[in-house]
């Protein structure tokens, strides 16, 4: 069983930067895949980023250049740099976890991003 706790959010004027959190419980953690996601009100729920568990990337088109995906397997945390800030990534971000077998995905709660233009 993994545990996803999501940290960082918060309201932050265009251009600016914010660093999320999301600290995970469990053994099993630096095997799986992380990956951040959003969902803005009305819109369905969006990939963001992802690391594979030996450090390989991905990002949505949106945010290349801007987002950063990063992790620390020795504190279980990964981490979504968003620099350059834009209204359009307002959203509710949430964090991902998984790996081997349907049952090994998680989700954390997520944690608002205001982004005011």
């Known amino acids: 069983q993994v545990q996803l706790v999501e940290s960082g959010g918060g309201l932050v004027q265009a251009g600016g930067s914010l660093r999320l959190s999301c600290g995970a419980s469990?053994?099993?953690?630096?095997?799986?895949?992380m990956g951040w996601y959003r969902q803005a009100p009305g819109k369905q729920r969006e990939f963001v980023a992802g690391i594979s568990s030996t450090g390989g990337t991905s990002y949505a088109d949106s945010v290349k250049g801007r987002f950063t995906i990063s992790r620390d397997n020795t504190k279980n945390t990964v981490y979504l740099q968003m620099n350059s800030l834009k209204p359009e990534d307002t959203a509710v971000y949430y964090c991902r976890s998984w790996g081997l077998g349907s049952e090994n995905d998680y989700w954390g709660q997520g944690t608002q991003v205001t982004v005011s233009s």
């Open positions: 469990g053994s099993i953690f630096s095997r799986n895949a």
